[in-house]
């Protein structure tokens, strides 16, 4: 949440501050700022905007030095006057990403010392206290100080208006890079915005306090020792993050799932066989000895979860419990040092996922697995074990490609497991791996279902509720269809395993509520059938995604999306696409900003 970017050059860098901006829209977009260090002075412009409005209003500003920020506000409202950066008697200006818990008793002490407040953020504390400790120029000395007193998370940049060529940075709790150029460097949340200009970049750690000037660079931990930190070439390139032909990031990645599958799966099935060492080279003492398995993770990735749940007890036959990461980590539980606990992240950053991780080691749990789309991220530097699911870059808010290269690295470790467990024999594990291979040309041929799907779009356009039903590891796609509907349409949608609708829910159908229904060719489909019929005697309008091996046929309010035929324990992934281009179409037609739903941002680093 909030995205920032730093630069220090021997050029004009309001066009890298913006275009990082750009880059990291996703991670909030209430508004927008930058300042530079221009003739010494802070030149700051802000928006209370996007970053498009940012970039006319600052299409005239020059500056060699600065820093920028695309906010997702949590303390004070959407506005110019809390967007950042914030600045202190104009000579300090900082960005910040994360919360200062302790900024009210700081915000009362720094006004006692007459320092007069212009916002109602927590960041204008930050901005405030550099300024109360910045002596002789010493902005690092000034800004390590500052921090020493700050409670919470953050990642900040800061500048001084008479330091013309440097920026001091740091993190804690919250994402910051480094981007290595030559006699120019730079800082952001995230690589995307960096590989405009370079793509040499330092991973901070948390703690770390970095002053960045022209030439060169220096890090502090946080006892403020001179430390070294590798320097990585990322493999992403520009064009990984560009739109190209799409309309939407959302499109992109639905369409970017055959590929990120089978990067996914690629050293896999090239392989003849399942090891655990593709977890990391202690995967191979670990899970002999666990004896069931815990799966913490947030909205999307706490589905995936869910639906490995069935996998891991039905093919692994190994006990698994699946929780939300935000209520796990405050609640008391019973450790089992022999649990795998498996966090999934899309970002590697979410505060509720990670804090459940740190919850889960503090209380005993010693066996962790990170599944994360984003190598170096704080969940993965946390876990023991770890699977980078190879998705790419994702842009658009709601998580797509993440979802099923999620699936694919959980029916990973299902395998896995059952093959330790004996319960995988040589033909069945050819099989499954001979499936995987296939999965990517099964998924493209979903997606050419795409115009079908668009055209029952516009039904759900004047519709204000949905209900989305599921049965078995169908559920959780169920209520995946669902938050996707919901968070990008705004149409208030809520998925229902398919047998328990006639206890309650079943109230709600008549003719204005679209039932869609996820109907495999599987054990339950009967039973499911029968669900479906209570729903079309109530007056429902069905909308049911069936496998082509069920037969099922369309008749007065039951309209069919003919599947491909069912793809045994796979079929999840399968069956999540459809849902996906639902939702996407429906905010088509509804006309909502599609990357950017309100109120939602990427990366959900706070509380
Ligand atoms: C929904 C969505 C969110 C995320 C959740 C966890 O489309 O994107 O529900 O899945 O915030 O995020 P990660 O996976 O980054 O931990």
Known sequence: ?????????????????????????????????????????????????????????????????????????????????????????????????????????????????????????????????????????????????????????????????????????????????????KGEHFVASDMSALLQVTKNVVYLEEGDVVEVNLADYRIFDQQGNAVQRPVHVSELDNDSVELGEYQHYMQKEIHEQPQALANTLESVCNSQSLVPGIFGADANTIFPQIENILILACGTSNHSGQVARYWLEEIAGIPCSVEIASEYRYRVSVPNPKTLVVTISQSGETADTLAALIHAKATGHNFTLGICNVPESAIIRQSKLRLLTRAGPEIGVASTKAFTTQLAALFLLTLVLAKLRGRLDAAQEQQFLHELRHLPTAVQKVLALEPKIAAMAKYFANKHHALFLGRGMHFPIAAEGALKLKEISYIHAEAYPAGELKHGPLALVDADMPVVSVAPNDTLLEKLKSNLQEVKARGGELFVFADADTHMKESDGVHILQMPEHAGFLSPILHTIPLQLLAYYVALEKGTDVDKPRNLAKSVTVE
Request: aromatic share 4%.
């Open 1 to 181: 949440m909030c995205g920032i970017v730093g630069a220090v050059a021997k050029r004009n860098i309001v066009p890298i501050l913006v275009n990082g901006l750009l880059r990291l829209e996703y991670r909030g977009y209430d508004s927008a700022g930058l300042v530079v260090v221009h003739d010494g002075k802070l030149d700051r412009v802000r928006s209370a905007g996007r970053v498009a409005e940012l970039k006319d209003k600052s299409a005239h500003t020059y500056g060699e030095l600065g820093i920028a920020h695309t906010r997702w506000a949590t303390h004070g409202v959407p506005s110019e006057r809390n967007a950042h950066p914030h600045m202190s008697r104009n000579l300090i200006a900082v960005v910040h990403n994360g919360i200062i818990e302790n900024y009210e008793e700081l915000r009362t002490e720094l006004t006692a010392q007459g320092y007069e407040f212009t916002s109602d953020t927590d960041t204008e504390v930050i901005a405030h206290l550099v300024h109360s400790h910045y002596k002789q120029g010493n902005l690092l000395l000034a800004t390590q100080t500052a921090l020493k007193e700050l409670v919470g998370a953050y990642a900040i940049g800061v500048v001084a208006a008479d330091n013309p060529h440097q920026l001091i940075a740091a993190r804690k709790g919250s994402p910051l890079l480094l981007g290595v150029g």
